[in-house]
């Protein structure tokens, strides 16, 4: 029973150590962005004239804008909250830059879109989504900074393409034709790119991002459109701190909230803690079953033993003896015992709990996957305000495929406390039936 204990009990930590570093290594997110919905009281419709359809009749299309937007200074605000890991802010718009040869797409577009690619203004790079997942690097050069005016970091593939690199400036136009100038301070590499069966534009393509510092993107939009940020991406460090972090943003006065909207992503979280979720669940319930079913025993054991020593429980009373002491006196014999016992289940339980640990693991794995086929929907896991047509680069392997369970001296410490808690429980339970006795009525049992 003791080797049942005190591996149940090492298992249990070894999922809560694997929870904890889950959460802090993958996070979770959520997104202030401009709602976009009519209930926003700032959302503005503006008709814009597109190409001429097959009838030959020009096509009305409408340039959809908030004049509430966000700014660096909120952003600030919810970097500095605790608990934080990362938060940048972006807007996206499209620009031609003369210098650059961009990467053709898979799907094909009108010959107006061809030598657009999209422009990504933030708050800064390195905390941005792409580069704080892994799915950019950057390899020559530094980050955007918020400090930043007329710069741009774009791909290391793009630039070798263009014959461009760090230094060099590249030349774009505003939407009213005034020259734009931004140097190149960084060049990033992806750790994949769009395969070759996967439909994107050129201008999704992530060999031909371009990112900016937000005064570039306010002076390429050159309208009301863009003058800030239209989303928020904040990673937290525990997704446990997700409800309080977003609580607190929400209660920030220089947001105004009929605005915007707060998007909450746990789902990356979710999906790869259900199964130690899960094993911590049974872990538990196999511990109180375990417990309860040890004092059941344990009990009847002792009760027995007990009646078998009646006779010495007589001499005893017939001495004088006080029934506590006598009841003492077998709590501590068969904690003598148990010291050696639990002593011996670490041994035990090291050789075995690593395995019985993975395979309860496989099996909650396998269960949550079942489940997860029964009731599966297609959903969208957020942050296309961010990342555009590119959400499937964004690294997303969190699966667990073991936990590292040991049996240390804090879990043998545990067995001890909880060993001698059924202990007293047992043997308090087996001495009742004797100890309710008088002596006189022990004296006649005797006889």
């Known amino acids: 029973m003791a080797t049942f204990v005190l591996t149940g009990i090492s298992i249990w930590g070894a999922s809560e150590s694997a929870q904890l570093g889950l959460r802090q290594s993958l996070g979770a997110s959520f997104e202030v962005a401009v709602d976009w919905s009519d209930e926003n009281p700032y959302l503005v419709r503006e008709p814009v004239n597109g190409p001429e359809n097959d009838g030959g009749k020009q096509a009305t299309n409408f340039l959809m804008y908030s004049t509430k937007q966000l700014n660096p200074e909120q952003v600030k605000e919810i970097r500095q909250m605790e608990g934080v890991k990362y938060c940048d802010a972006s807007v996206e718009n499209l620009a031609a830059f003369e210098q650059l040869s961009l990467f053709a797409g898979k799907i094909p577009i009108d010959e107006d879109f061809r030598k657009l690619t999209k422009v990504l203004g933030v708050w800064g790079t390195e905390e941005n989504e792409l580069f704080a997942s892994g799915t950019l690097s950057l390899v020559e050069g530094r980050h955007l900074t918020q400090e930043d005016t007329g710069k741009a970091v774009i791909c290391l ?107 909450v992503d746990n789902e ?100 949550g996957a079942e489940n997860q086929q029964q009731g599966a929907v297609a959903s969208d896991p957020g942050g296309s305000a961010v990342v555009g047509g590119n959400d499937s680069l964004i690294n997303s392997d969190t699966s667990i495929e073991e936990i590292q369970v040991s049996v240390g001296l804090v879990n043998l410490a545990e067995l001890y406390l909880i060993g001698f808690a059924v202990i007293i429980a047992a043997v308090g339970v087996s001495s009742v039936t004797v100890m309710r006795l008088k002596p006189r009525e022990i004296l006649s049992k005797m006889s």
């Open 157 to 263: 593939d793009l630039a070798e393409k263009s014959g461009v690199g760090v230094g060099d400036y590249l030349t774009t136009q505003s939407t009213k034709g005034k020259e734009i100038k931004v140097q190149i301070v960084g060049l990033f590499a992806p750790a994949k790119v769009e395969g070759v069966e996967e439909m994107v534009t050129s201008y999704d393509k992530i060999q031909n991002r371009i990112f900016t510092d937000l005064d570039t993107a306010v002076k390429i939009e050159d309208s009301p459109a863009i003058k800030g940020f239209s989303v928020i991406h904040v990673t937290v460090e525990d997704p446990q701190d997700m409800e309080r972090i977003v609580s607190e943003v929400q209660k920030l006065s220089s947001i105004d909230w009929d605005a915007f909207t707060v998007t």
């Open 268 to 367: 990356a979280y979710e999906k790869a803690a259900q199964p130690l979720k899960a094993l911590g669940s049974l872990i538990v319930t196999l511990l109180t079953v375990i417990v309860i079913v040890s004092v059941i025993i344990l009990a009847l054991i002792l009760t027995l033993w007990t009646k078998t020593r009646i006779h010495e429980i007589g001499v005893f009373l017939s001495v004088g003896m006080k029934k506590s002491d006598i009841i003492g006196q077998f709590l501590v014999e068969v904690m003598m015992i148990a010291v050696l016992a639990f002593g011996l289940s670490f041994f035990t339980s090291s050789a075995i709990a690593g395995q019985i640990g993975n395979q309860l693991l496989e099996q909650s794995r396998q269960n």
